[in-house]
Structures are given as C-alpha cells and as structure tokens.
C-alpha cells in the first residue's frame, strides 16, 4: 500500500518580483507523484515572456542596489540565516512536499535534503560578511587593492534530484554575494523549489532579488541563457545540457558554472576493510535510487578480494527492497519518472546484450499498486570499462562491477571516461590511498567512505563533468567579479 500524504499539494504559480503569478500564456504542466503514477498538481509553465519578466525584475532589483548595495554583507547573512530557520521549522512539510514530487524516501528529505539545504543557508550566512577584496603590494607610488562584487542577474537551472538542496546550493552562496537570481528548477521536481523561493520572501528579500520560473528547459532554460540581462548562469544537469548552455552562452559571454554528469569509479583495493567497502558500494549506487551525480557507478575491484566483496555486496542490496517512499522505514523509492525507469531498464538490456553478467535486479519492481516507476536494484559483473554500462551514465541503481590487477591498472581503468566527477578508493594502506586520491582526475575523492558532502567543501568536476566550484568558500570565485583599483600616490 502507498500511504496517502498529509501535506496539501497546492498548485504552482510562478513567482516573479514578489508576485505570485500565472504564465504569459496561462498554460501549466503536470506534476507527478512517481510512486503512484498520480498527478499531485498543476503548476504555471513559464515561457520567454515569463523569463523576460524575470529578468528584468532581478536586474532592477540589482541596478537598483536594495540587495547588493544597501544591504551590508552581515545584513544580507541575517536574512539568509532565517531563510535556514523557515526551512527547519517546516522540516517535515517540506520533506514530505519533496518526497511527494520526487519519490526521494521520507526519512532521507526529512534527515538530508532539507536539513542540508538550511545548512547551506546558514554556512552562507556566515560567510555574506566576510566577502572581500585584498590590498596588493605593486611596483611604484601606486596604492592597488581589489573590490569583489556581485555578477549581477544570476540564471540557475537545477535538476530533480536534489530539488531542494540544489536549489539551496544554488540560491545561497548568489545570495551571500549580493546577486539576484532567477531559478528555473527541474519539470518533474518544481514544487520544493517554489516554496523555497516563498520562504525567501517571507525571510523578507526585497521583491525581485529571488524569482522562480518553472518551465521546460528547452523554453525557459533556454530563454534565461540567451537572455542579454542575465550575467551568469549555473547549471546542474546532464553533460549533454551542459553543452547547450555554454554554447547558447557564448553568444553573451555568460559567466557560466556548469555541474554536470558522472561515472564514479569506486575502488576497493584487497587490503580494505571489505565490510566497510560493501557497505561504500552498496550505499555509492543505491542511495538515491541512483538518481545522483556522485554514484559509485563503476565498482574497480582487486581480483584476489572480488569473490569475498560481491559476496558481502550482494547480501546488503538483497535488503535493498523498493517500497513507499513516505514509510519512514523506506530506503529506496522510484525512480523520479516513467522516462527515467525506461531509460534504466533499456541501459539494464544491453548491459545483458553485452555480455555482463546479471547477478541480481534486472527488472520493474512492482510496489503497492504497481502503477509506480520503481526498479530492483542491479548489480552486473563481469564488466568491462568499454561496456555502454561502463561508460554512460545511467542515472539509476546499476552497477557495473570491473575486476583490476593492480594500483597502476586501476589508476588507468578509472581515468579512462569522459568525466571526472568523484572517485572513491577503499584500503588500509595510507600511502596507497592518498596516491590514488591524486591521480584520478575528478573533484571529489573519497578515501575509506563515501557520499559524504559538506556545505564548506568545494564540489564540482574535472573534464566532461563540467566546470566551477559550489560550495564553501570557492563558490564564493563564481559568483563575484574581481574588480582592481588602481590610485596614484606620487
Ligand atoms: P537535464 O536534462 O540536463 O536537466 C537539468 C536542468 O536543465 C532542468 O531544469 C532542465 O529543464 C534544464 N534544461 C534542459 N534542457 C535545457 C536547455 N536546452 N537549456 C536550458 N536548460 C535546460 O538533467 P536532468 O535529467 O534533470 O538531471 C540528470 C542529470 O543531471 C544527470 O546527468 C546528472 O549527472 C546531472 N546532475 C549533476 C549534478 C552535479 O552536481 N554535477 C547533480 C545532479 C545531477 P527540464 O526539467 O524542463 O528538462
Ligand atoms: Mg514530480
């Protein structure tokens, strides 16, 4: 049985300058509950003249200066403090809001997504104050310092699945520095984002400095990257979209951050704490259902240790069984739509056509009343790195286990995609581990754990993963503009 929700969906309107509004064109869309198949409701579906008011309302608010200007650093941190207040006095209504929207567990939105989005809030509260320029010692009777400033007009595309959180990661560091912004948040997954975007309001940023646009990427998102007013756009999406942006972009020379897909090797070295390691690859694929740009997706294991490993691997993800992802006791919903589910399950198909070997899931679980996108979790063995399933990235519970000789073979082995997003490496060996952790090309490594992600740490890829950092104080370098000042003092 899917148990029925608490929380009443309401429709989405779009909010625009403080307002909350119908399109232009009075058209919505859908927003489906991926464990049932149902629709939860209708939200206004912006398109370019939507965008454009967008626009025109962040960039007024930011000429204007009642955000960037007017406010001192710390003022703007108090604000966005209590933007981390609302959120955690909502928790629960928020949580269950996402897990409706997205089929993300219950306990996982109420635990990790919205508590880690307010975190954001609060590290970049603390940090809006202390965002500033440097004196720099130049030749001559010269006095030189540097001024950081706001962007400006800040375009944000997220995707569905992380609603919440990345709309956070996106909304408070531009915030911090003093940018409006105008947030175009995933189709499947609007919802969470247009109440973040009242809270905002309600923590009392002026009107325009924060707007929401829902609508399709190829309408909306784009309308906001080819915009002239906006000066920079941050995307979270698919390498493939990443492409689109910066292309589109160039004909503006947007600043760009771009967060884009993975194929995270993970790699357990015979001398790891194999327990530990199974639980790393099993909570590296499966948590999220897969929906996550860091998935361990490539599990590297040393030959000596492979039996030993799967053996302890498969017995943990046996537990991992689909259900309702509004039981408090669920660890694994639906994938977030029917296209989803489809793609994995075609992915699943020619990682038999192959020749990889099934060793369990394969299949369309069926929960409830089965009218849910949900999929058994999969693990293949046998693979090598040149498989479809090995080097795409399928964005859902399939794992890919490769066997490797030695440290040199899997430096090699994990190197060898196109991305360069994460990596983990599981040994008791110090030296080992620290040598691998240099020698993958990805942003994040994880030595002895992985999925761990902190609102100070800097996140983002190398390679086709895209380009930028969020996060910490690196984001900090996205979203301002170093000015130099130059005074004679002859
Ligand atoms: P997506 O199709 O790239 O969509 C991401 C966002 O971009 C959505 O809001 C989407 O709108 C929008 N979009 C689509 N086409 C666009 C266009 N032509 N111009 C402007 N915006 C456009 O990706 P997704 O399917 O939502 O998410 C899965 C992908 O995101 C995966 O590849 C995953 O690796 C990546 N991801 C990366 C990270 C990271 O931090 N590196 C984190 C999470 C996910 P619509 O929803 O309307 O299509
Ligand atoms: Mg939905």
Aim: with cysteine.
């Amino acid at each position: 049985m899917i148990a029925p929700s608490k929380v009443k969906v309401e429709p989405g309107k779009l909010h625009i300058n403080g307002q909350f509004i119908d399109a232009a064109s009075g058209k919505t869309f859908d927003t489906i509950n991926p464990a049932t198949g149902e629709v939860l409701t209708r939200v206004a579906e912006g398109g370019a003249e939507d965008v454009d008011r967008a626009v025109k309302a962040a960039r007024a608010a930011f000429d204007a200066g009642p955000w960037s200007r007017k406010l001192s650093g710390a003022d703007r941190g108090r604000l966005l403090w209590k933007i981390g207040d609302l959120l955690m006095a909502q928790v629960e209504e928020i949580a269950e809001l996402e897990t409706l929207d997205s089929g993300k567990p219950i306990t996982d939105t109420t635990r990790v997504d919205v508590p880690l989005a307010a975190d954001c809030f609060y590290y970049y509260a603390g940090l809006a104050g202390k965002i500033h320029g440097e004196t720099i010692p130049v030749r001559g009777p010269y006095f030189n310092y540097t001024l950081r400033e706001p962007v400006g007009v800040c375009g944000q595309i997220t995707p569905w699945n992380f609603p919440i959180l990345m709309a956070a990661w996106k909304l408070a560091p531009a915030l911090a520095c003093g940018n409006t912004a105008v947030l175009k948040p995933a189709s499947l997954t609007p919802l969470t984002a247009l109440r973040l975007g009242a809270l905002c309001q309600q923590a009392g940023v002026p009107d325009g400095v924060v707007n929401v646009v829902p609508g399709s990427g190829s309408v909306a998102g784009m309308a906001l990257v080819r915009h002239p007013q906006v000066d920079k756009i941050a995307l979270t999406g698919s390498t493939q979209v990443g492409q689109q942006v910066m292309r589109e972009a160039s004909e503006t020379l947007k600043k760009l951050s771009l967060e884009l897909g993975g194929k995270s090797p993970n790699i357990v070295f015979a001398d790891a704490d194999l327990e530990a390691a199974a639980r790393g690859a099993q909570m590296g694929i499966f948590y999220n259902m897969g929906e996550i740009c860091t998935a361990g997706s490539r599990l590297f294991v040393e030959q000596q240790v492979h039996e030993a490993l799967m053996e302890k691997l498969i017995e943990r993800s046996k537990k991992t069984i689909p259900g309702d992802p509004l039981d408090p006791k669920c660890r694994f919903g639906p994938q977030v739509s029917e296209g989803q589910m489809n793609t994995i399950l075609k992915y699943i198909g020619k990682g038999k056509e192959e020749g990889a070997t099934l060793a369990i899931g394969g299949n369309r679980a069926r929960v409830g009343e089965g009218k849910g996108y949900f999929v058994e979790p999969t693990i293949f063995t046998g693979v090598s790195n040149s498989m479809t399933i090995a080097r795409e990235e399928i964005f859902g519970p399939v794992l890919a286990v490769i066997p490797f000789k030695d440290l040199d073979d899997v430096i090699r082995q994990g190197n060898e995609t196109i991305y360069g997003l994460a990596a983990g490496v599981w040994t008791k060996d110090i030296k080992k581990g620290h040598r691998v952790a240099r020698e993958l090309r990805a942003g994040t490594v994880w030595i002895n754990t992985y999925g761990n992600y902190d609102s100070g740490m800097p996140f983002g890829g190398f390679k086709m993963s895209g380009f930028g950092r969020e996060l910490g104080t690196a984001a900090v370098a996205e979203y301002t503009q170093l000015k130099s000042v130059w005074v004679d003092l002859s």
